[in-house]
């Protein structure tokens, strides 16, 4: 079915980085926020500077997790620990939530500067699962989810959206825990066995393993295929319009008639 097994069938992607080009955003966001939290604890305590990268931090600690878990990880990794804060913590507080606000903060104004551009390979790939009748559905840690899919056009192309606002209201652990993932196929009411995980993030073909589905396509936005197979890709692609099938030679042309 549209590139992948023929007992798939229902379709639930992920959103930063599958459907829209909001990842590298997200990730510059993240090293905006937290190069400005380690050059004030190098100035603090006298240390050295080490900058957040923002391709092999992102993609091991940050990408595809809930917020503040992404928080969390990469100041474990830097053995940082911050007290948690409350989320009325103003932006770049001294705590895991006040440096969460100042990420969520700044990918909001980015995105208001920039706007949101689909993929247009995805658009194609789901418009195509709409026209057969197939579910779909968006399963995204962002609590911004929605207004992501608006701003890009394509909120109307899903049956079910479970996002950071639903999980948190159900209490689903994010990626890379299978919850939210699970959570959609039940939606649909199908089989995880019958169901492809479309992903970018580490965390996220490892919430597709962990799951049990039926296909996990690892979206290749940053030449990490390895990466994606190794943490539970079992199909990797660069974009989704490699999986849409050749339409084949063109049916040869009609001689023109001409007129008696
Ligand atoms: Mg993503």
Same mark, same amino acid.
């Given at each position: 079915?549209?590139?992948?097994?023929?007992?798939?069938?229902?379709?639930?992607?992920?959103?930063?980085?599958?459907?829209? %080009?909001?990842?590298?955003?997200?990730?510059?966001?993240?090293?905006?926020?937290?190069?400005?939290?380690?050059?004030?604890?190098?100035?603090?305590?006298?240390?050295?500077?080490?900058?957040?990268?923002?391709?092999?931090?992102?993609?091991?600690?940050?990408?595809?997790?809930? #917020?503040l878990d992404g928080?969390?990880?990469?100041?474990?990794?830097?053995?940082?620990?911050?007290?948690?804060?409350?989320?009325?913590?103003?932006?770049?507080?001294?705590?895991? %939530?006040?440096?969460?606000?100042?990420?969520?903060?700044?990918?909001?104004?980015?995105?208001?500067? %920039?706007?949101?551009?689909?993929?247009?390979?995805?658009?194609?790939?789901?418009?195509?699962?709409?026209?057969?009748?197939?579910?779909?559905?968006?399963?995204?840690?962002? +609590?911004?989810?929605?207004?992501?899919?608006?701003?890009?056009?394509?909120?109307?192309?899903?049956?079910?959206?479970?996002?950071?606002?639903?999980?948190? #209201?159900?209490?689903?652990?994010?990626?890379?825990?299978?919850?939210?993932?699970?959570?959609?196929?039940?939606?649909?009411?199908?089989?995880?066995?019958?169901?492809a995980v479309f992903?970018?993030?580490? +965390?996220?073909?490892?919430?597709? #393993?962990?799951?049990?589905?039926?296909?996990?396509?690892?979206?290749? #936005?940053?030449?990490?295929?390895?990466?994606?197979?190794?943490d539970g890709a079992?199909?990797?692609?660069?974009?989704?319009?490699?999986?849409?099938?050749?339409?084949?030679?063109?049916?040869?042309?009609?001689?023109?008639?001409?007129?008696?």
């Amino acid at each position: 079915m549209l590139g992948l097994p023929d007992d798939i069938r229902a379709f639930l992607f992920d959103l930063d980085g599958v459907l829209t %080009q909001t990842a590298t955003v997200h990730a510059a966001a993240w090293k905006d926020t937290f190069d400005n939290f380690l050059r004030a604890e190098a100035a603090r305590t006298g240390g050295p500077f080490t900058p957040f990268d923002a391709v092999a931090d992102y993609d091991a600690y940050v990408d595809g997790r809930p #917020r503040l878990d992404g928080t969390r990880a990469f100041l474990d990794s830097r053995g940082i620990e911050l007290p948690e804060g409350t989320d009325t913590d103003p932006p770049g507080t001294r705590t895991v %939530q006040g440096i969460s606000r100042a990420k969520n903060d700044t990918v909001l104004r980015m995105i208001r500067e %920039q706007g949101v551009a689909p993929y247009r390979g995805s658009v194609d790939y789901v418009r195509r699962l709409r026209a057969l009748g197939l579910p779909t559905a968006v399963v995204s840690s962002s +609590a911004n989810c929605r207004d992501v899919l608006r701003a890009a056009g394509i909120e109307g192309y899903f049956d079910v959206i479970v996002d950071g606002l639903v999980a948190t #209201r159900d209490g689903l652990p994010g990626k890379p825990a299978p919850d939210t993932y699970l959570a959609a196929a039940r939606a649909l009411g199908v089989e995880p066995a019958h169901a492809a995980v479309f992903e970018d993030a580490l +965390a996220g073909v490892a919430s597709g #393993r962990a799951g049990g589905f039926g296909a996990v396509v690892g979206v290749d #936005r940053v030449g990490q295929a390895a990466e994606l197979r190794r943490d539970g890709a079992t199909v990797v692609v660069q974009d989704l319009a490699e999986l849409i099938p050749d339409p084949g030679p063109q049916a040869p042309g009609k001689p023109e008639e001409t007129p008696a």
